[in-house]
């Protein structure tokens, strides 16, 4: 961490506050470096987007090429992480009004949420919709 210049002059903090925080950012560090060596604690996230698996890459972004080509519509099923981080991603991508956008205009499918809402009105509503 040497090479990191930060300036401290808007931020209302004190370098020296900063500092003595530096052994335990070193030791969370050197923690998450480990356990991103054992594959069940998940933490694969921390070597990215050096690391990855070029050939599964590959694949997504044909299906997302063959997605985009063939539909109209596209459902994000899931509640909770599921719904939120697919929706933060696709939200964060996309322009904030793309779903009210003409078709042709239009870069991708509309998409729209399922699962966020479990009601039976929601999900009827939502059928019908997509079937015009």
Known sequence: ??????DYRYSGILEKE???KSMEVKAVHSELCEMAK??????GWLTLPIKYDKKEFERIKEVADKIRKDS??????GIGGSYLGARAV???LASSFSNLLDAKER???QVLYV?????????NELIEAIRK
Do not use: C
């Open 115 to 123: 699962g966020n809402n479990l009601s039976p009105n929601y999900i």
């Open 72 to 77: 109209d519509v596209f459902l994000v099923i």
């Open 107 to 109: 870069k991708a499918p």
């Open 90 to 92: 696709i939200e964060s």
């Open 18 to 20: 900063i500092m003595k």
């Open 1 to 6: 961490m040497p090479n990191i210049k930060l």
């Open 38 to 43: 054992d594959k069940d604690e998940f933490a």
